[in-house]
């Protein structure tokens, strides 16, 4: 199931059809930077296992979900671990390890 259409039936279920306009707005944000902290994880995971372009596919996701990733330090900080796994770096296993 794609983000957004799992966006669209989480937003169906009563609680969040019965919020205020504002409240709604608020559970979106949160949603989507819930998915994007997710795929953000997937793609330093996939970028680990060797392939660039599906991470790198992955990680334009992360970036129309939510553009402040693209500032974030931590966002670096995990594809960089992706990238010292794939390189082989033990440092890069271990610490991946722990955010998967």
Known sequence: MTVGAHENRW???PRAAAASPE???EIQRRFRGSQASFLLTDASVTLAAGSS???ISKLLKV???DR???ARLYT???MGLGLMFKLGFS???IA?????
């Open 11 to 13: 937003m169906k279920l």
């Open 23 to 25: 409240m709604r707005g």
């Open 53 to 55: 372009c599906k991470a």
């Open 63 to 65: 970036f129309s979900l």
């Open 68 to 70: 402040r990733y693209m």
């Open 76 to 78: 670096l900080k995990v």
């Open 91 to 93: 440092r890069g296993q």
């Open 96 to 100: 991946l390890g722990h955010y998967v």
